[in-house]
């Protein structure tokens, strides 16, 4: 089982930019999909990104598409989401999760391991 440790929220103008990373370690890195989600207080919980086990397919929300970039570094068990040109919203928390031995997915339910979560609040 990984453990996931996600940090780089905090305030962040609206249009700005944000990076969020995300370590793991207790797993064999390059046998999970990763994925990142987001939850606004009182929300359901939402699919924003997702990257393959080599990095080489990735997925995103449409909502997100153009302005977020999910990459990852199998040598450094690190996951990234580079938030840009950000909107200004409720706070949200983003998660990291992974998924072992299976293919790019939005099914949050389908990634096995979750990070505490990082906060993230847009201001405009």
């Known amino acids: 089982q990984l453990q996931l440790v996600e940090s780089g929220g905090g305030l962040v103008q609206a249009g700005g930019s944000v990076r969020l990373s995300c370590v793991a370690s207790?797993?064999?890195?390059?046998?999970?999909?990763f994925g990142w989600f987001r939850q606004a207080p009182g929300k359901e919980r939402d699919f924003v990104a997702s990257?393959?086990?080599?990095?080489?397919?990735?997925m995103y929300a449409d909502s997100v598409k153009g302005r977020f970039s999910i990459s990852r570094n199998n040598a450094e068990n690190t996951v990234w989401l580079h938030m840009s040109r950000l909107k200004p919203e409720a706070p949200a928390v983003y998660y990291c999760?992974?998924?072992?031995?299976?293919?790019?997915?939005?099914?949050?339910?389908?990634?096995?391991?979750w990070g505490q979560g990082a906060q993230v609040t847009v201001f405009s």
């Open positions: 999760a992974g998924g072992p031995g299976v293919d790019l997915t939005q099914n949050g339910h389908l990634y096995s391991d």
């Open positions: 207790g797993g064999t890195f390059n046998t999970y999909i």
């Open positions: 990257i393959s086990r080599q990095g080489g397919g990735t």
